[in-house]
């Protein structure tokens, strides 16, 4: 086999692996790569119909690799949506979810949201993007119950424009977010946005 060859297969199997992604930015960013490395094989071997489709695809690609990226931190892209726990469409979710999010969350259960008090549905369009369920933790605190992202924005911290300054838990009268205790991924996630360690848990001042 030569090394042509290994290009080929390469990115055909590429291309194959990014449309298996559930995450919209790395299917691009696979999808990108293997148009790229198809480019080069079919212009190497001169089939220029497939050359002329690679760079399409590559183009395009990259015009929504950038598109996402700049749009990430754009208030303009998502927006914060107060939800009681009790609505049908977010138990709906919950319950579409719940799998995944007992991953990210072990042990949260229907009784945690019931505990919850108020929640933010974050969206993009009309598109849902995640879920955020808290409760009054007294003086002036909110204790995160969820923090939860649906799959496909998995890559972007879309939780920043709940928690930031000026937005719905600064609304509400709170000074500080206290993040979920048996949350995986907490310490990769939320100081991102801004939480810091006190203690044992993650907290976000808002003050």
């Known amino acids: 086999m030569t090394a042509l060859d290994i290009l080929g297969w390469a990115g055909s199997a590429l291309l194959v692996y990014s449309v298996l992604q559930t995450r919209i930015l790395r299917l691009r960013f696979f999808n990108c790569v293997a148009s790229v490395l198809l480019l080069i094989f079919n212009a190497a071997i001169h089939v220029w119909p497939m050359v002329g489709l690679n760079l399409a695809l590559t183009a395009i690609n990259g015009f929504y ?32 979810f719940d799998t995944d999010i007992q991953r990210f969350n072990p042990g949260f259960s229907t009784s945690d949201a019931d505990g919850a008090e108020f929640g933010f549905l974050i969206l993009t369009g009309a598109e849902t993007v995640g879920v955020v ?47 979920p205790p048996n949350m995986l991924g907490a310490d990769a996630y939320l100081p991102k946005i801004g939480f810091r360690h006190q203690g044992d848990a993650l907290v976000l001042d808002l003050a």
């Open 65 to 96: 690799i950038v598109r996402l990226v700049r749009g990430r931190h754009d208030s303009r892209s998502y927006q914060v949506v107060e939800v009681l726990p009790t609505e049908g469409y977010l138990r709906h979710l919950l319950h579409s």
């Open 133 to 179: 369920l808290a409760r009054d933790a007294g003086d002036r605190s909110a204790q995160v119950e969820l923090d939860y992202v649906l799959p496909k924005y998995r890559d972007f911290t879309p939780g920043e424009f709940v928690y930031r300054q000026g937005g719905p838990f600064t609304s509400r009268g709170y000074q500080r977010v206290i993040a």
